[in-house]
C-alpha cells in the first residue's frame, strides 16, 4: 500500500527533536587556580565530555582558535588522553581564549567547547597596612596585614630586618607584640599558595616601625606610709615624659578573685589590680584622703593617659598605706604577741570582732608586693591563720580585712634569722601611758643581756639591762625602734605607733562649750554672781552692825 506524501513528511517532522537530542556531546573547559593569574603561576585546564558515555576519548585543544602542541621544553604540556593542558611559569603571551574538544573512535567528535579566557598579569606585590600608625611604645600591640589584590587562598609569611620572622596560615592579619625598646625595625611580607603549587609573589615594599621606651608613671607621697586616721595625705603621680595633657587612674592591689587585671610588678610576681570607683579625684595628678581611715589601708598605684585613641604610661611603682585607727571593728591578735619573731617559729594571728561582722580574713602584704589571703600561705582555721615555721619571706604587714570591706589596724611583723629581735607593742600606745621594749635573744645568757635602743637611727638608751621604759608616752615617741647587742648584732626595725589621748570631760569644759553657744547665757550667769556677790556683802554688814550693837 502506498503511503500519501502528507503523512510522510508529518512523520519526518516528528522524529526531528529526536535527531537533534541524539547529537554531538559537549564538551567543557575547566581553569585552575582562577581565569586571572599572575605571571609565574602553574595553570591547569581541563577538557570534560558530556554525555561521553563509555566512548575512549581523545583531546585537542586551541588557544584563539589556533591548535595548541606540546612545545619541547614541556612549558606546556598536554596530556590527550588525561583531558588536561598545564601551562607553567605562564607568561603574558598565555593570555587568550581557549577550547577544546573530544574525538572519540569511529570518527566521533564531541561540541567545541565554550571559550574560557586566561588573563595573566604582572606577578603582584603585596602591601602592609599598620595599625596604628602613630608612635608605638614597648608593650603595645601592633597589627601588620599584608594585603593583596586577590585576597583568597592565599598563606603568608613575614621578614623582619630581611630575616624569616613569622608565617601564617590561611590568615591575612599578622598581630605583633612590641616589646623591643627603642628598635628600629622592618617589616616586609610574602605571599604564597600551596594550591599554586608553592607561587610566591615579590616581597612588599619594607614598613618601619620605631618603638620608644613607654613613658613611666612615678607615684609618691606627702606623708610616710604611716598614718593615723584622720590625718591628711596625697598621692602624687607623675609621667618621666616631656608632654603634658596627661589624665591619670588610681588603682588598689587586691587578692585575686574574677575580672581583675594582672600584671606584673618589678619583682615578677603577677599581681592584681582594681580600679579605684573615685579615680575622678585623681584628676591632675592627685589623688588627697582626707581624712584618712581605716578602710583606706592598701597597697596603691597609678597610671597616666593621654590622647585618642589612648596611649598610656606603664604602671607605676606600689604605694603602700597603712592607717591606724582610734577604734577598729577588730582587732588582730598576735601570739605570741609581738612584732617581730625568729625564723623557724611558730605564730598564730586572729580577728577578734567588735561589730559581730562576718567573713574576716587575715590578709597580708610581703616583699612580693602582692596582696594575699592567708589561704595561700598558712593554715585557715575560722577567722585565725596559724604559720607552724617562719621564715623571712614572711615579713610584712599584717590586718584582718571583713567581706565589707572593714579592716583591723595593720600590723608590721618581721621574721629575723639573726639572734635579736626586738620585743615591742604590737598595737598602738596611748598618750601618757608607758612604752616598754626589750631586746630578746636567741639562747639568752642573763649575766650579759645590755642592749643600745634606737629610734629612727638615732640612739636613745646605751647598755641597758636589756629593757627601755618610756614613763609617759607622747606623739613625738612615733616611729621605728630597734635594738643593738655590742656582740650579738642588732634586731629589726618596728613601727611603734602613739594613739592620742581624749581630753577629760569637765564642769569648766561643759561651761565653756555652752557660754561659746549662748552668749546671752553668758551675761546671764555674769549677772547672777554680781548679784550673788551684793547679797553676801549686805548679809555680812548687817552681821557685822549687829555685833557692834551688842
Known sequence: MELSPLPVMLLLISLIPVVQGQGSPKAVVSIKPDRHVFTGEIVTLRCDVQRAGD???????????????????????????????????????????????????DSQSSEISDAVTLTVSVKPKPTVGVNPQSSVYTGDTVTLRCELQRETGWEFQWYKNNQWFQNLNNEQVNTLKVTDNAEEAEYTCQAYG????????????????????????????????????????????????????????WYTVVPYRDGLTGIYN?????????????????????YTLSPAALNHTGVYMCRGERGEPALHTQYSNLQPLWITGESPPVTLIINPSRTQHFTNDSLSLSCEDQSKSTGWTVRRYTHSERVLDCSHWGSVTGSTCNISFLSTSYTGVYWCESESGENSNPVNITMHDGDVILESPVHPVTEGHPLTLRCLYHNPNPSNLRADFYKDGSVLQNQTTGEMII????????????????????????????????????????????????????????????????????????????????
Not at 612549558?75 to 587568550?96: E, F, P, Q
Not at 592584681?272 to 575622678?280: A, I, K, M
Not at 594613739?499 to 551675761?523: D, G, Q
Open 194 to 249: 600551596k594550591n599554586y603549587y608553592y607561587f610566591e609573589t615579590e616581597l612588599s615594599d619594607p614598613v618601619n616601625i620605631t618603638v620608644r621606651e613607654r613613658p613611666q608613671a612615678v607615684l609618691s607621697i606627702s606623708l610616710h606610709s604611716w598614718l593615723t586616721e584622720g590625718d591628711s595625705v596625697t598621692l602624687s603621680c607623675e609621667v618621666t615624659d616631656s608632654s603634658t595633657n596627661w589624665t591619670f587612674s
Open 471 to 550: 614613763q609617759t608616752v607622747s606623739k613625738s615617741d612615733e616611729g621605728f625602734y630597734h635594738c643593738e647587742h655590742p656582740e650579738r648584732g642588732e634586731s629589726l626595725k618596728s613601727w611603734v605607733s602613739v594613739r592620742r589621748a581624749e581630753a577629760p570631760f569637765t564642769v569648766i569644759m561643759l561651761i565653756c562649750s555652752v557660754v561659746t553657744a549662748s552668749p546671752y547665757l553668758l551675761v546671764t550667769i555674769i549677772l547672777l554672781v554680781i548679784c550673788y556677790r551684793a547679797r553676801d556683802h549686805t548679809d555680812e554688814d548687817r552681821i557685822e552692825n549687829a555685833v557692834i550693837e551688842e
Open 266 to 286: 618589678n619583682r615578677g610576681y603577677i599581681v592584681y589590680v582594681e580600679l579605684l570607683s573615685d579615680s575622678s579625684r585623681g584628676s591632675g595628678g592627685k
Open 55 to 105: 566512548t575512549q576519548w581523545t583531546y585537542s585543544w586551541n588557544k584563539d582558535n589556533n591548535k595548541l602542541y606540546s612545545n619541547g621544553n614541556k612549558r606546556k604540556y598536554i596530556d590527550n588522553t588525561m583531558a588536561v593542558l598545564i601551562i607553567k611559569y605562564v607568561r603574558d603571551s598565555d593570555s587568550g581564549t581557549y577550547t577544546c574538544r573530544g574525538h572519540g573512535r
